[in-house]
């Protein structure tokens, strides 16, 4: 085209214009389209970032309870271990009163836990008996030693020693001498204690450090006082056996005594946990006792998961049978529940508040099925919202948001269920509850984090376009049916 007359831009014809402003018209809807596209992925990105987090989680629980075998505590009656009934009597021959029994059971629980064996199981049984119940322990005679000693520590002047034998004895150097119950008098106990420790005196020997209240450093510092000058020995008694009589060097008046007696390391150790733990108000001895072998309970774990494997395939041949492509979604939802509940069941071992018994897998097999009703649930009524007339987004929104809210109905009612297991049963039972508790919570998790976004996002393209393949096309049928029904009844009547 040629230049006009100033070198200015030739003017467009009437075609070109009209060419542009078609162009224009036609490019005003991309912009709306992708607006819209734009709103889409605003929740999209949601939903996206949910399941970003749970990832995460999963993989964090993957870690915890990585290596599987042993990352999860197991009970007497799966792992094996020692099983123990205590009687409990009283000095003056009098029975136990209900006080001291709940005493006696709360010092024997934290002596357990003290020694490491914090998924033992302690427990009252009748009127005078307690049983202990340790997994993995093989020596029943040694535990008990230390969890049912009675713990009673004195301090006692050697002048104040009536027992010529046993004197005799303390003098020439022999350690655990017994004294004959009235021919001592003490002048401290051990209730002034405020702290123990154990430690390696300058020979080596080990020795528990034990350290006074203020009350107790003023006895102890006023008897040592008194002694020191003609080097008086105190007898260090525990439950009337003499661990120890070191002679007073100088006056002691800081409260920080040590107790010596050619201990082992782990002797020390049960020493600074009676201590710890406090005197028992009752003489505890072994009524009964067992060790229970592992055979039985591994092939008992063996067949649970065997019977948790087998459910959870029949389940997913199952879904994959009458759901299609949406037995993808309930694999996934099932998987990300089994790797949360692992990990939380992993987390509660690891600080001493969980462990397996038989009864706790039965949970375990209970929670699992209700777990994969629940996904079963949203998916029912995500299809039964698509043969209602919705679009299969707006099925996935509200389809999942009713299901969930039913299926939250019922968890609730066995959540309230199992937490009163769990408050008010006694022994394994309270472990089936913790178990269906757990299960229960792990399975809202699941659906919130996992099932609902993912069926949402997939909504968005996927499902609608493959209907085959993610089994709704019969849904959408039925619901075109219902339309063109509709839409004939209508007709006639206006006719």
């Known amino acids: 085209m040629a230049k006009n007359k100033k070198g200015q831009a030739p003017q467009e014809s009437g075609v070109a214009r009209w060419n542009a402003s078609e162009g224009a018209s036609a490019t005003a809807p991309k912009r709306k389209k992708s607006r819209s596209k734009r709103r889409l992925s605003a929740n999209a990105r ?128 022999q350690e655990d001498v017994e004294l004959a119950d009235g021919s001592y008098i003490a002048f401290m106990d051990g209730s002034y204690i405020t702290k123990t420790s154990v430690a390696q005196s300058s020979t080596g020997e080990y020795v528990v450090n034990v350290s006074f209240n203020s009350e107790g450093a003023r006895i102890f510092g006023d008897v040592t006082t008194e002694l020191a000058p003609t080097k008086g020995q105190i007898a260090i008694v525990l439950d009337g056996v003499v661990k120890s009589a070191p002679a007073v060097q100088s006056a002691i008046t800081d409260g920080n005594v040590s107790i010596s007696g050619s201990f082992t390391l782990d002797e020390a150790k049960s020493l600074k946990t009676v201590l710890d733990s406090g005197s028992l108000p009752v003489t505890l001895t072994y009524s009964e006792s067992r060790v229970v072998g592992p055979t039985l309970g591994q092939d008992s774990l063996q067949q649970g ?55 706790g897998l039965a949970g375990m097999v209970l929670t699992t099925g209700s777990a994969a009703d629940s996904s079963i649930l949203v ?70 984090c996992f099932k609902a976004p ?39 009547a206006h006719a």
């Open 46 to 173: 949601r939903w996206v970032s949910t399941l970003v987090v749970l990832a995460a989680v999963c993989v964090a629980c993957v870690i915890a309870f990585t290596p599987l075998g042993t990352s999860i505590n197991q009970g007497l009656d799966i792992k094996g271990g020692v099983s123990v009934i205590l009687t409990a009597s009283k000095s003056d021959g009098s029975q136990p009163s209900s006080d001291d029994m709940a005493t006696a059971t709360s010092i024997v629980q934290n002596r357990v836990n003290s020694l490491g064996a914090s998924e033992a199981t302690v427990q009252q049984q009748g009127a005078n008996s307690i049983l202990v119940q340790i997994p993995g322990a093989t020596d029943a005679e040694t535990a008990v030693q230390t969890i049912g000693q009675t713990g009673h520590i004195e301090f006692v002047r050697l002048d104040d020693i009536g027992d010529a034998d046993a004197l005799l004895k303390i003098r020439n150097g």
């Open 305 to 359: 998961i065997l019977a948790i494997a087998t459910g959870v395939a029949i389940v997913v041949v199952y879904l994959f049978f009458f759901y299609r492509g949406m037995g993808i979604l309930t694999l996934g939802s099932l998987a990300c529940f089994a790797v949360l509940y692992l990990g939380l069941l992993a987390i509660l071992s690891k600080n001493g508040l969980f462990s397996l018994t038989l009864p």
């Open 379 to 448: 998916l029912e009524r995500f299809r039964e919202e698509i043969r209602m007339g919705k679009s299969v987004k707006n099925a996935s929104i509200s389809g999942t948001k009713h299901g969930i809210k039913t299926s939250l109905d019922a968890d609730i009612v066995t959540l309230v269920s199992a937490i009163a297991l769990f408050a008010f049963a006694s022994g394994t039972v309270k472990g089936f509850g913790l178990t269906l508790a757990l299960g229960v919570a792990c399975d809202i998790v699941t659906m919130f």
């Open 454 to 492: 993912a069926l949402r996002l997939l909504a968005q393209r996927q499902i609608e376009k493959h209907p085959k393949f993610w089994g709704i096309e019969e849904d959408l049928e039925e619901a075109e049916r219902a339309r063109s029904e509709r839409g004939v009844k209508g007709g006639v």
